[in-house]
């Protein structure tokens, strides 16, 4: 509605200094009332459509991102279900950043405090599944640590 509003101020204001420079000035109130029309009619249809049409989603646009949400819920629990392979693909990058968003740490600005602050909020055993520089080329059917540790290190994370 505001936008509406300040769009059609504009267009009136754009349309007058036009025919202002123009060498036929009866054309200025003639051209101002086309431009007003136009705001009007558009205010009047932004009014018949309601304030909330255009800010409320659907109830399947909810639905899906529902079901999205719950979808990437699902593979990130059986990546951590999986092997380590997996668990260094998937998760550990995932983790890594939001370690990274969570305490304001970066690992290029001071690795030494990086990694003494992952040790600290994650105690050691937590820490070498959240680490980005633990990642092992030969162990791909490792077991991963399961879906326990996945959840003990997003609490972690969640109480910071």
């Known amino acids: 509605m505001k936008k509406t509003t300040t769009l059609g101020v504009f267009l009136i204001i754009g349309i007058e200094l036009l025919a202002l420079t123009q060498h036929d000035r009866r054309w200025v109130l003639a051209a101002s009332g086309v431009g007003l029309a136009v705001v009007l009619l558009s205010l009047r249809r932004a009014l018949a459509r309601g304030f909330d049409a ?71 055993e937590l820490w070498e599944w959240v680490n980005p520089n633990n990642v092992t080329r030969s162990g791909d059917r490792e077991p991963g640590p399961g879906r326990a540790a996945l959840q003990d290190i997003l609490q972690k994370l969640e109480q910071v």
């Open 54 to 124: 255009d800010t409320e989603p659907g109830a399947d646009d909810l639905g899906d991102s529902l079901r999205r949400w719950l979808s990437t819920t699902e593979t990130t629990i059986r990546w951590s279900e999986s092997t380590r392979a997996d668990w260094d693909r998937h998760l550990r990058p995932m983790l890594a950043r939001r370690y990274e968003m969570t305490t304001g740490q970066r690992q290029s600005k001071d690795p030494a405090g990086y990694h003494a602050t992952g040790r600290m909020l994650f105690g050691v």
